[in-house]
């Protein structure tokens, strides 16, 4: 007897738990591999998907099984409703995953992505923009701390107002862009 419900018991915890999550996740992202310098990482985003996406699929399935039979729906092991419903899905995922390519040796290309427009340049704006921010409070902090000669402070004050018409020359660029 014991022998017959521990495999019932862990096909019915993959179910659950794992097998319709990762499938689909498969079907999803069929360019992931679990190799090279980010495989862990990629390991860590695949059990995740899997786990949380089995959980939010069997809970849906469970409130349509529920809502939909007429004298409510009992999970049984002699009745195996949520399990049938949750093995089509992995079975669905299954063979939408093996037409996508997740299961070959070598993975299928990675969707191309369009560029939303501003992508390009946009780490060295950043970098360009916390440049001039840190000069306009050192210079700002120089024109508080040295007060007292007036050819410094002119000198300070037309520095600190060129970096400010730089910045917000950067700014508009940028804006310009996303709008066009």
Do not use: N
Request: aromatic letters at 8%.
């Amino acid at each position: 007897m014991v022998g017959v419900i521990l495999p019932e018991a862990i096909a019915g915890l993959l179910l659950v738990f794992f097998l319709p999550g990762y499938t689909l996740t498969k079907a999803t992202f069929p360019e992931w591999r679990v190799r090279g310098r980010v495989a862990f990482l990629r390991l860590l985003e695949f059990v995740t998907l899997a786990l949380v996406l089995s959980v939010v699929l069997t809970v849906l399935v469970g409130y349509v099984l529920l809502t939909a039979a007429p004298g409510g729906f009992q999970a049984f092991w002699t009745d195996p409703v949520l399990e049938a419903v949750l093995a089509g899905i992995t079975v669905l995922g299954f063979v939408a995953g093996w037409m996508r390519g997740a299961y070959r040796r070598e993975a299928p290309p990675a969707p191309a992505r369009e560029s939303a427009g501003g992508d390009e340049g946009a780490w060295e704006l950043s970098r360009e923009l916390d440049s001039l921010g840190r000069d306009e409070r050192r210079v700002a902090h120089e024109l508080r701390t040295r007060a007292g000669d007036p050819a410094q402070e002119a000198r300070l004050r037309e520095e600190l107002d060129r970096i400010r018409v730089r910045r917000e020359q950067l700014r508009e660029h940028r804006e310009a862009e996303y709008a066009a």
